[in-house]
């Protein structure tokens, strides 16, 4: 049986691809290079984002200062407002830089690891998943023992961050039925679970993590997955993202991001935080 040789087409494919793959791969090697020789990573992380990035503290703080030590340089914070969108969030802080004049950063933490988000955004590489986040209901078990939907909450009072996932999935749940009895007022899932270990409700919306800083530990109250079918029990990854072509980059950190697990340390951040750490 005769042997098939390629097309002058695919061989001429070949030869474009050789020539233009020395190029890309120097700049692929700068990112890392450029990093180590000024010897800072810059890190953008989320203003106001408790309990990973609240005034310099946080997990993601110390992540980002675990992250620096692995590649043996210093680490300098680029907080920021997160905007209208994901895809916004990674052109102003990953890609291209903020209009306002600052970034882009090296990297950019809290990332859903998300295939819809990799595929509309291929300036960027999202990658390294560090923790599953959920959104979750917290209450008072000596006001709601149980809860396997719902509408075991009753006329229930139910602290809940309005503009947030878990208060948009409250404020429609079951058409509707509970908005009367929604505390929208917090900034976010930790204000919301203050209030409800301040008694001030019997239940709280929000994140697992947001919920569990607050919460953990704590026998009077019971953390558990929103009884929603409007969204996925297990939740979903969150990672770190660097521009498309700092491949060197994205390897390291995702090298020091194992070593970080393998040892432990990863665990004990969350831990410090009072959070359980979920593998993603």
Known sequence: MRASHPSRRTVLRWIGAAGLGAPALVARAAA????????????????????????????????????????????????FNADENMGDDLRNMVWRGHYLGFGPADVLMHVPVDKPLIDDTPQARIFAPYYRERVVLARRLDKLPQLDSLSALGDAKVAVPGQTLA??????????????????????????????????????????????SVLRGDARFAIAPLPSPRIQRNGWAVGMAVKKDSTDLAQALQAGLNDLERDGRLRTMFEGGNVAWQAP
């Open 32 to 79: 890392l290079d450029r990093i180590r020789e000024r010897g800072v990573l810059t890190v953008a992380l989320y203003k106001d984002m408790p309990p990973f990035h609240v005034a310099g503290k946080g997990i993601d703080v110390q992540l980002a200062q675990g992250l620096a030590d692995g590649l043996g340089v210093k680490v300098s914070m680029l907080p």
């Open 167 to 212: 208060g948009w999935l409250m404020i429609g749940a079951d058409g509707g039925a509970y908005r009367s009895q929604l505390d929208t007022q917090w900034k976010d899932g930790t204000e919301a679970a203050r209030a409800l270990q301040r008694g001030d409700v019997a239940a709280a919306a929000g994140l697992a993590s947001e919920m569990e």
